[in-house]
């Protein structure tokens, strides 16, 4: 069955259950015996009781009602959900790579240390910075260590009065919250008419208590900041630094590097750009790269290479390092799927991804401009870059629609909805990144469902209001789902009895 044309509910794997019902056979004098201590065997095993092929549809079918860029367009901007070669997944499951543990002695895993020595170097030099720490596990992780190697590198310095830290009104929530979790004040400075940071609004907010600047460029709304040496030049001359938010390098990639527009820290999201798939609840990757100057206080370990013993081996002797900032070394698996991934394309194939993403991006735009209901906000005169934000607020104007129903009623026609109502500072936010994978077909489908959708709006709103009415799930009721979350099957059963 296809989750366009279905519509049902799958019940609990517990509720198909069986008495009696068993899915395998058990050999009939197991080879080993197991001595468990009895503190830890369970009276009664609460299990599921099917056959084999009641299971197996049972997951194919919850597959299918799944939605992921395995299945179809997904323009979630700022999310870079873009398809992940399948061969990058197949290298990460090589037991060489999955089966190893982090307890291993140095000289068994010279091939995984390798591998991570030169996938630092790979990312260094897309950014162009002078080392990369790859243990923090996400995005925000990764901004937070950045904010404690801000406060370290002012320590050093005995410079103890800068307590803030700038970042723009059209920012990622994550970065005020990880300034604030470091212990910042954040201090937001507003967007001009052209949608970028108002250089007099910075200088006004700088001063020596500026830790540092957060931004990330292109920025949310998918514009270039062109003045980016002049903002670089006011936070320096301040005595901050600048830190480069790379979730989304897609962008970028090849064309320019945060190093070269005067950053001190970046991160990576290895989970958005370098093929992990997410938003599955997997493990990701937040790698933090820094300037020569900040070299020192990276996390422990570092993985260094010993030329004349050709040996690899993780240093834990860096008496300056802020510390451990995770357990072991990082999510190992991702890392091998950002160095295949890596290794796949090339310089020059990075160089294709950029052109790709912003090609189709400024195509969406372009094409979408010439939709009645959807409008740019800021001036749309210039080329975006990955992404772009359009406002539904012509479409609420005149008709019941706002920007939740368009996003719903998209979920209609086979798609993800983008990413809507941020940034903030646009009214009916529709932010649409279409990444470098789709074709010039799906990018003309995507602008002709918003423009179905736009015509319904006034032709037959009720249709657009009650959507989704073709995904497995219809319209959730969210409040209660965040006020009640039921995550587990006895919280579901507990409550189905209430
Ligand atoms: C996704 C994203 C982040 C956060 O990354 P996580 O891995 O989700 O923590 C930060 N900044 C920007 C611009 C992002 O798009």
Redesign the pocket.
Known sequence: MNYRQARWVEPLIFELSKPGRVGWASPEKPRERINVPKELLREKLELPELSEPEVVRHYTRLSQMNYGVDSGFYPLG??TMKYNPKVCEELAALETASCIHPHQAEETVQGALELMYRLERCLAEVAGVARVSLQPS????G?FVAMLLTRAYHKSKRDDKRNQVIVPDSA?G??PASAAMAGYEVVTVPSNARGRVDLKALKAAVSERSAALML?NPN?LGLFEDQIINIAGVVHDAGGLLFY?G??LNGILGKTRPGDMDFDIVHF?L??TFSTPHGGGGP?A?PVGVQKELEKFLPVPLVEYNEKRGRYSLDYDRPHSIGKIKGFYGNFGVFVKAYAYLLLMGAEGLNEVTDAAVLNANYIMRKLLRVEGYELKFDASGPCKHEVVFSAEPLKRETDIWAHFVAKRLLDFGMHAPTYYFPPIVPEALMIEPTESESKEELDRFVDALKTIAEEAKSDPDRVRSAPTATAIGRLDEVKASRQPILSWRAYRKSAKE
């Open positions: 700022s999310c996400a995005g925000a992780h901004e990622h994550t970065n990330t949310t938010d979730a989304n999201n989970h958005k990701g937040g």
